[in-house]
């Protein structure tokens, strides 16, 4: 729905909410974990029913597309609609677009066995890629076990907690850069920034902090306070990064490189990759730390290398570029244009 000039910031809308979750789902940590007989655990798990209830309200209100409307032959409530989101009597232009598109994408009948043409080399690749990656930036190690790592390092438990907390309000704020400059600077620069930025905090800083004050590579002593302040500034250095990076730009470009008649196949993809590596690196990264210690952090640096490389040589610029005319840019890059012919 979002006018492609518009579409990056309000795209990442979607990863500015999750950052607010998941701040506050620390919040509500820090302060069940006082909660005496050790049971707050439960109230935490008990209050995920919350925000389930206002999806739930919400989608008995939420409004159809202009998109959807057309693909189901509802052309006046499209046009209406159309006309409602973007304030204009004026919008022929974009309908037509649109109808063109739509028509385009009902003569695929199926858009699971298309989606391997080679056509959709390029965007197949990337649907994989950009998700795959994402989750080995190594942010859920910092975000899921926050308060696992800070006590490793040899915080106290509360201490290890309001941590977390501090890195969530970091996660929030940062979001907020991306959503100023996503459609101003574009999708490359802020992936480029921001993995340079990983790189050096994972490697150079966390864990050349940390290791300087782990006796044996992993065998937590006494933390100073110093040490401590600069081990949760640069841990806020590195999801900073993340959260105007690879945090919201891992779900909008993948969301902006489909034409209309393989989206919902590439979509369901990139989602499903992604929560896969989520589950996968949530199931051993604590088996990970027990082997590697914190050279758990110079494994997921060398990814986020490989990864800002890749961005550098592979991922073409999806700025300002209607999702009907997406194809065009794959058809311009030095690499997947060969995957194109001009036909097509």
Not at 95 to 110: F, G, I, P, Q, T
């Amino acid at each position: 729905m979002a006018p492609a000039d518009l579409r990056g910031t309000l795209n990442i809308g979607f990863q500015f909410m999750i950052t607010i979750g998941i701040f506050a789902a620390n919040l509500v940590n820090y302060g069940t974990a006082s909660i005496k007989g050790g049971w707050g655990w439960r109230v935490s798990l008990g209050l995920a029913a919350v925000p389930a209830l206002f999806i739930t309200i919400g989608s008995l209100v939420l409004p159809d597309t202009p998109n959807s409307l057309i693909e189901r032959g509802h052309d006046e409530e499209a046009k209406a609609m159309l006309r409602k989101i973007r304030g204009t009597e004026d919008v022929r232009d974009e309908y037509d677009d649109l109808v063109a598109a739509s028509d385009e994408a009902k003569s695929v009948d199926h858009p699971w066995s298309n989606i391997l043409q080679r056509k959709y080399r390029p965007q197949l690749t990337i649907a994989i890629l950009i998700p795959f990656f994402q989750q080995l930036t190594g942010i859920n190690v910092i975000m899921f076990y926050a308060p696992v790592l800070f006590k490793t390092i040899g915080f106290g438990s509360e201490a290890s907690l309001a941590s977390a907390v501090i890195s969530g309000i970091v996660n929030v704020f940062a979001t907020f850069v991306s959503i100023a400059t996503v459609d101003k600077l574009g999708r490359r620069a802020l992936f480029l920034q921001g993995g340079t930025q990983m790189l050096l905090s994972q490697v150079g800083i966390i864990s050349g902090s940390i290791t300087s004050q782990i006796r044996g590579f992993g065998v937590a002593t006494d933390v100073t306070k110093n040490y401590a302040s600069i081990i949760v500034l640069f841990i806020c250095f590195y999801v900073a990064a993340f959260a105007w990076s690879w945090g919201p730009l891992g779900w909008l470009v993948p969301s902006e490189i489909f034409p209309l008649e393989i989206r919902s196949a590439g979509q369901s993809i990139t989602v499903s990759v992604n929560m896969f590596f989520t589950f996968l690196i949530a199931q051993v990264f604590l088996t990970a730390l027990c082997h590697l210690k914190f050279g758990l952090f110079y494994f997921f640096a060398g990814w986020v290398a490989i990864m800002t490389a890749f961005i550098a040589f592979f991922l073409p610029e999806t700025k300002s570029v209607p999702i009907e005319e997406i194809t065009l840019v794959w058809k311009k890059h030095w690499f997947w244009s060969k995957f194109i012919s001009d036909e097509e």
